[in-house]
């Protein structure tokens, strides 16, 4: 018995599908088809949304789940008259923190348009430029303007934390990555040593490494086990006798490491 | 009178943040310090989270706001001992959920570790390095396997656009730039034309395509609003002579200008 979930929103949906998601892998013995539909901020798009959530209804059989983040009051009303079963995420909280903070919402859509939003926006894209550029040892002659420089062998996660970062955070995040002569010498890269304070380890299991440079490079000596063994320890030792701060990638996401770097670094996000 | 808000949460913190954020707009009067705690999964983070949740509450003479996460019964209990308005975001809509489904919630935290969340990363960290290969036409001998191709003059935003389909939704997109050359004889580059069903347009207004481009190479050719004028009135002449369905970046993030190709072309998210 599959059962329709819907993430509705006024904006990207992007909050609506977390946090509905969040919910619905709780119960993980029932199934959901997920629809999300975005941009739903007039009444017309909200009767259209309606027709198609009450259209799964009678498909289904079972009533759709409804997470929905709408702030409009009309467009609310037309969609509080679905079949679906709603969950009022922003309006169900509105209420309580009124009366907490002793004042009334305002109902206000559209809300990342404001000057703010478009100040965070361009925080955000200069700091993923800034990551773009920095990336992999490409350039080191900014480091001054890091704010973290991540370090590890090669396809241990760099890239990928250092474009999370910038984007989620807009945390200017440089990556460099250390060769095997270095591991083998035991030698930070002098383009790291002068900026010793912000370099941050990443590491990974072997046998994960392994099968990700496989994906790479197929039957090759780096992607060998006996290779990834020999980089993931000699990294490891150079982490801990150059007293460098470092993480364990292999069972996290990119969301985790950069959380848990910034937890480790005290690193503050640049936007809100 | 300065309020704290507390996202707080046994992961990340990031959909705590997001809704939380989302609520806290509504009250642009009151002014907030906002201050994330993620991974507070034990009971003994729960004591030092509710410690300094009091501290604030005390140092700012008013009841911090606490929207958390947390699913864990215990650390969830520990929690509400502070003295902060709770937000109990999950713990909300599990009731109501659980009336609907008719079955009981598990209360699993570490709910990203589960086989199929690995399954998403390699996927969405596929995508993120199909996005950086392909990105800036660097190649196009795999534009096969992209599920889309933006296009646009140098600036107008399809590297950041590109990473963020991948990053957010496993979506693999390769970016090619439109050159002067092109522009002027109206042609859409080989590149592209074998795969016009994929293509999909940025455009920008041109007086802010000059503040970004001057932000790169101030007071050049190519940063000058004559030139910028003559790029994105061209480049959208392109647009409608090849019938490309395309969009204009301005007003929006990097989340709406996704979410907005995905709504415009169909193209399905990859990952849950």
Redesign the interface.
């Known amino acids: 018995m599959k059962?329709t979930a819907f993430f509705l929103s006024d904006?990207?949906?992007?909050?609506a599908e977390?946090?509905g998601?969040?919910?619905l892998?709780?119960?993980?013995?029932?199934e959901f088809e997920?629809v999300?539909l975005?941009?739903i901020d007039t009444i017309e798009k909200a009767r259209e949304a309606v027709a198609r959530i009450n259209r799964a209804c009678e498909t289904d059989g079972l009533?759709p789940?409804v997470f929905d983040?709408v702030?409009n009051g009309e467009v609310q009303q037309e969609i509080r008259r679905s079949k679906g079963?709603m969950?009022d995420?922003?309006g169900?909280?509105?209420k309580?923190?009124e009366a907490?903070?002793g004042?009334r919402?305002?109902?206000?859509t559209g809300?990342?348009?404001?000057i703010a939003?478009k100040a965070y926006?361009e925080k955000?894209?200069?700091a993923?430029n800034f990551a773009?550029d920095n990336?992999d040892g490409a350039r080191s002659r900014y480091y001054d303007e890091a704010d973290i420089i991540l370090t590890g062998v090669s396809r241990s996660?760099k890239?990928?934390t250092c474009?999370?970062m910038a984007?989620?955070y807009g945390i200017k995040a440089a990556n460099f990555p250390i060769t095997e002569d270095e591991l083998h010498d035991q030698r930070l890269p002098d383009a790291l040593r002068t900026h010793k304070r912000k370099i941050f380890g990443l590491t990974i299991d072997p046998e994960r490494l392994a099968i990700i440079r496989n994906?790479r490079k197929p039957n090759s000596r780096y992607s060998s086990i006996k290779q990834c063994n020999y980089e993931v320890e000699e990294v490891e030792l150079m982490y801990r006798r150059e007293r460098i701060p470092h993480l364990n990638s292999t069972?996290y996401?990119?969301?985790?490491i950069?959380?848990?770097i910034m937890?480790m670094t005290g690193i503050e996000?640049q936007i809100?």
């Not at 892998?25 to 029932?30: I, Q, S, T, W």
């Not at 919402?105 to 206000?108: G, L, R």
């Not at 809300?111 to 404001?114: I, L, T």
């Open positions: 059962r904006g990207t949906g992007i909050t977390a946090l998601q969040s919910l892998v709780l119960f993980p013995n029932c997920r999300t975005p941009y009533r789940i983040t702030v079963c969950i995420i922003l169900t909280f509105l309580p923190l907490e903070l004042v919402s305002t109902c206000t809300r990342s348009h404001s939003a926006y955000r894209i200069e993923m773009l990336d996660g890239t990928p474009i999370y984007l989620q994906e069972d996401s990119v969301e985790e950069s959380t848990r937890m996000r809100r």
